[in-house]
């Protein structure tokens, strides 16, 4: 395939996340990228692709004002929200096999503290959501916990997914967090506790819910072979797609509520890397509610649509279980930048570098991106 291991993440950055920063989005977003670019152990003029995530802080050109680079080759934006960091990689990765670009900084950085920029008022002024505002919002669905629920409250009627599913997500997702000192949340919650949980958006509680955070994350990648000169080991790109759901604007007036793009970008991604599910060892999905992350296992094919309820009850989420995910504590416990945090983690664990939450011995892993209403990203990667 075209893209297998034709680019490397080459270097990973990120923020501290917290909730109130007293840094603009910018500056969050400057200061992940400048990680990002001392761990691929390269100078910031060296790049020469930029894909800012959305347009919510800095753009390409702020890139080139900063880091003083000479020769900007490419640059992209991709609307789709939290599927944006995992279709950049495909994108960035189309542009170094094909010789376009030798680095491309893939960078993302929010303040969602800061003043009324509440999640319900930001995406009614998102292009992608204006099915969305104008013949739902007036009705009163206005946040994205209540445009999503229905979905969750269809697989529950049709295959009899339960609340204490959806708990052994969160819960999964809260005790690897409390292995990681770049968490947000730090106390520890039980099945019990999620249950007791506030109700948000019926079936959502309040801890099936992702975090709002303040922070920024950033990753370097790079030409396969350029990467080989870079400071750490390469974790090859082997296999990524992207999809889209039907009706992508709008699931109430999808002919499947349940279904997403992953569907259709993971017989791609794997076909591309050359592996199976049963060849995954630690995986990073996104979880922008818990139920995203049950249905997204369904589509990837570790077990049949309807099943992925049980299949997370029994522990295999956790360290130690036969799919450890969302090891640094997900958008549930670490904090919400849109996943780019999934794929920082997801290189973390490839090199080795997991701390306290390492999978012993992970080679071959995925992260996946899940955006605005239901688009679509897997990325598979191995280590070099």
Not at 21 to 35: C, G, P, V
Not at 326 to 355: F, M, P, Y
Request: proline content about 4%; hydrophobic content about 40%; aromatic content about 6%.
């Amino acid at each position: 395939m075209a893209l297998r291991d034709q680019a490397c993440v080459s270097g990973i950055g990120e923020t501290a996340y917290m909730r109130g920063s007293s840094k603009t989005a910018f500056e969050l977003q400057i200061e992940a990228s400048l990680a990002a670019i001392n761990d691929a152990g390269i100078h910031p003029s060296d790049i020469d692709g930029v894909i800012p995530i959305g347009i919510v802080s800095g753009i390409a050109e702020d890139f080139v004002d900063n880091f003083g680079i000479r020769d900007l080759r490419y640059s992209a934006l991709i609307p789709h929200g939290g599927a944006s960091p995992v279709m950049a990689l495909q994108a960035a990765a189309t542009v170094l096999a094909t010789g376009v670009c030798r680095h491309v900084l893939i960078t993302f950085g929010r303040n969602v503290s800061a003043g009324s920029n509440k999640a319900g008022a930001r995406i009614h002024n998102m292009p992608q959501f204006h099915y969305v505002t104008e013949f739902e919002h007036p009705l009163g669905n206005s946040a994205p916990a209540q445009i999503y629920a229905p979905m969750a409250r269809r697989h529950m009627e049709l295959y009899g997914t339960t609340v204490e599913h959806f708990g052994a997500v969160a819960v999964a997702c809260r005790e690897h967090a409390l292995l990681n000192g770049n968490a947000i949340m730090s106390k520890p919650i039980t099945l019990e506790d999620h249950r007791n949980s506030r109700m948000i958006a019926d079936p959502f509680r309040l801890l099936d819910c992702s975090l709002e955070s303040d922070g920024g994350a950033a990753v370097v990648v790079s030409a396969a072979d350029v990467a080989a000169d870079c400071r750490h080991r390469r974790v090859f790109i082997s296999g990524v797609a992207v999809g889209h759901p039907d009706s992508p604007a709008s699931i109430t007036q999808r002919p499947d509520m349940t279904s997403l793009g992953i569907g259709k970008a993971a017989p791609r991604a794997f076909t591309m890397a050359g592996v199976t599910p049963a060849d995954i060892q630690v995986a990073e999905i996104y979880d922008c509610f818990t139920y995203a992350v049950i249905r997204q296992i369904e589509d990837m094919g570790f077990c049949e649509k309807g099943e992925g309820g049980p299949f997370v009850a029994d522990g295999r989420l956790r360290l130690g279980g036969a799919l450890p995910t969302n090891t640094h504590g997900g958008l549930l416990s670490q904090a919400h930048v849109w996943g780019l945090n999934h794929i920082v983690e997801l290189v973390r664990q490839l090199r080795g570098d997991g701390g306290r939450a390492q999978v012993a011995g992970a080679e071959l892993g995925l992260v996946t991106g899940y955006g605005d209403l239901g688009d679509g990203a897997l990325a598979i990667m191995r280590r070099g």
